[in-house]
């Protein structure tokens, strides 16, 4: 295969970006609010089911993870910037708090914190078992 000088072969040119109107997918860095893996493996079985209960026509593939969605709404709840502001390596602003907004509407929080914590191997059973 025939490369340009100064690129290097399987990896595109620079220019590709801004031709094809998209970024490539360089993974970004984490901010301290993301989900760790042992979180994100309690909670993503639940957000997929979700998604898969709405899929819709099927038309259009899905654009963005669910765990970078739940990484944006975490960052807005912890920094308390409005969504607007969200730093541009996350998903669209109007995307995020659509999820947030739909994921508000059907589940409730304190069912979800219920499945989270028996999903938990860690969850100690005093903490799951005290009163409220």
């Not at 899929?55 to 910037?81: D, F, K």
């Not at 659509?98 to 304190?110: I, T």
Request: charged share 25%; aromatic share 12%; proline share 11%.
């Amino acid at each position: 295969m025939d490369t340009a000088p100064g690129l290097t072969p399987g990896i595109p040119p620079p220019w590709t970006v801004i031709w094809y109107g998209r970024r490539m997918s360089i993974p970004r860095r984490p901010y301290r609010t993301d989900l760790s893996d042992a979180r994100w493996a309690l909670i993503e079985p639940m957000l997929t089911a979700w998604r898969a209960d709405r899929v819709g026509l099927g038309i259009s593939p899905i654009q963005h993870e669910l765990r970078e969605i739940m990484n944006a709404i975490l960052y807005v709840n912890r920094t308390g910037i409005a969504w607007e502001y969200l730093p541009h390596d996350f998903p669209p602003y109007k995307t995020v708090h659509g999820y947030f907004a739909l994921w508000e509407k059907d589940v409730s929080p304190r069912r979800f914190m219920t499945r989270c914590a028996a999903r938990s191997a860690r969850w100690p059973a005093a903490r799951r078992n005290r009163p409220r």
